[in-house]
């Protein structure tokens, strides 16, 4: 990375260095910092002038994790950016090339993306319709507007400051293990990576559901299975294939879904009552499943940050690609629901999953009701391939670490995290058992631990390092984002408080199994049972101001 400062860095040509190269993770522990050896391979065997190797001498070695330390041959000098700013600098440490798998692969551009991000999160009004159900017209219009102020943007602004600071596939499990150790990263990629799993296992069942009306057998017993095996083998083959491909396939997915909902609304014109929009009875509210609907359509936008390393110029394509699906989802909700509580009679124990064809067919005849089923069951595919290629990715950027076997970090020809698509397919049929409801809130419980990991991350990162480099930049102070986070905290505990007693004691029981992986993996690292490295295409997460240079692995 080219970097401000008083002195000129080391190019990446003068560092003889293997752009492949891999380091073990207990190597690194055990290699002293030798300022005066010059062997092949040595950090800092290099061409330079003797200054250079004068003032490489003279650096103090990086304070941290011994098993994750990288040393350095040149001083990270780096001056903050002021807020708002885009960095350019590309995201590549001095001495370090890029690795040659990401340069090669093709990346996934702003329009992919952003229907990426909205499969992850949305989807679409699918599943919206208990909102209604469980609170009535008035509390489900404003809920869709209302929550994302407390939830969805803060979320997504955290991810766009946090994702653009750490462009990796790792995501927020590097931003936990910066800020927090990587005992707490190795925790939060351990609960994120089991939320989703267990929510793409919703996906296939929904696809399912949405056919058995037209082909009875699905609906139960051995056809039912094989079809769920089927469903999910076609579509990890999907991901398997490139993030290019899922990303294009995502766009056409949306548009086909997305559409009959804009026909149903300027059809429902004619027929709209706006009384029919204040409808409110605050005795009969289920707030648990009001909440819990609104959380679930609402949350995830920080899934798309283990997708970093694989898109262009993510520094301004992220936080592009963030506000314009933020906005898309926001409308893709609040429209139809606009136009199906205000066109036909409220009666609220009609207003469960699926409810949205029948709507259509009252609003527009049986065609939109058709076409409405499709995009559902088109909708359901569009979320399993997006939350598919987060969660491989993220094993990718977990192993490149080292806090996962090195086996973890293998791509396949088409660029695409072979095992991690495995392990994360075979995730989703064990877990396809599953209610929908106990679906829901399982995951729910996982993605609250998560997040408050994230926000402690936010915050920490900027009380201690504010200088650190910010491509994007929330613009708000050290007391602003504290603030920001308290909001989407409290409700955090509104939900886990709302959990019942069988959710939280199987949730728990998740979280301990964590608590017990890591010790147990650094156990088999440490007998060599298994190969773990930290990738050598991977820059050390450095952060300077003009005083010191630091580094956030701890």
Request: a negative charge.
């Amino acid at each position: 990375m080219k970097r401000d400062g008083d002195e000129a860095p080391i190019s990446a040509s003068q560092i003889d260095r293997k752009p492949e190269q891999t380091t073990s993770a207990a190597e690194l522990g055990e290699k002293e910092f030798q300022p005066n050896s010059t062997s092949a391979g040595s950090p800092l065997h290099c061409d330079g002038t003797k200054e250079e190797l004068r003032r490489a001498e003279t650096e103090p070695p990086i304070v941290g994790d011994s098993s994750h330390q990288k040393l350095r041959s040149s001083p990270a000098r780096q001056t903050s950016v002021a807020m708002g700013e885009i960095n350019r600098a590309e995201y590549v440490s001095v001495g370090e090339l890029p690795s040659p798998l990401v340069n090669n692969a093709k990346k996934v551009s702003v329009l992919p993306l952003v229907f990426l991000i909205f499969y992850e999160v949305s989807g679409g009004p699918f599943g919206v319709e208990d909102s209604v159900g469980a609170a009535g017209p008035l509390l489900a219009l404003l809920g869709f507007l209302v929550f994302p102020l407390i939830w969805s943007i803060p979320e997504a602004l955290i991810t766009a400051e946090m994702g653009t600071m750490f462009p990796e596939n790792g995501g927020y499990v590097v931003w936990v293990s910066s800020a927090l150790g990587p005992f707490w990263g190795f925790q939060q990629g351990w609960m994120k990576w089991l939320s989703g799993v267990i929510d793409n296992a919703l996906y296939p069942v929904l696809f399912l559901d949405y056919l058995k009306s037209e082909i009875p057998v699905l609906g139960e017993g051995l056809p039912r299975v094989a079809a769920v095996l089927a469903l999910t083998v076609i579509l990890t083959y999907m991901n398997y294939r490139g993030l290019t491909i899922v990303g294009w396939v995502a766009v056409i997915l949306g548009a086909f879904s997305i559409l009959p909902f804009a026909v149903m609304g300027l059809v429902s014109i004619p027929k709209l009552q706006p009384s029919r929009w204040f409808v409110v009875n605050l005795k009969d509210v289920d707030w648990n499943l009001y909440l819990n609907t609104l959380f679930w359509n609402l949350n995830y936008w920080d899934s798309i940050s283990t997708l970093a390393g694989e898109v262009e110029n993510p520094n301004k394509t992220l936080p592009k690609a963030l506000f314009y699906a933020l906005i898309l989802v926001v409308l893709s909700y609040f429209l139809p629901l606009l136009s199906g509580t205000g066109a036909i009679a409220l009666n609220r124990e009609l207003w469960t999953d699926g409810y949205f064809s029948d709507v259509a067919k009252i609003i527009g005849g049986a065609w939109l009701s058709w076409w409405i089923q499709g995009a559902a069951a088109m909708s359901n595919m569009g979320m399993f391939v997006a939350e598919m290629s987060s969660d491989s990715f993220q094993l990718l950027g977990m192993a490149e670490r080292g806090m996962l076997p090195e086996f973890f970090s293998q791509r396949s020809r088409h660029g695409t995290p072979l095992t991690g698509i495995l392990f994360s397919a075979s995730g989703v049929v064990l877990l396809s058992w599953l209610s929908f409801q106990e679906i829901i809130a399982a995951e729910n419980f996982l993605y609250c631990f998560g997040m408050i990991l994230e926000f402690l991350a936010f915050v920490k990162l900027r009380i201690k390092h504010p200088a650190a480099s910010r491509p994007y930049r929330i613009p708000v102070g050290t007391v602003g984002s504290i603030l920001m986070c308290i909001p989407p905290t409290i409700l955090i505990c509104v939900v886990l408080a709302l959990s019942t007693v069988k959710v939280m004691l199987v949730s728990l029981a998740a979280v301990a199994i964590g608590l017990l992986l890591q010790p147990g993996l650094k156990y088999v690292e440490k007998k060599r049972w298994l190969k773990f490295s930290v990738s050598g295409d991977l820059p050390d997460l450095h952060f300077a101001n003009r005083d010191r240079t630091e580094t956030l692995v701890y």
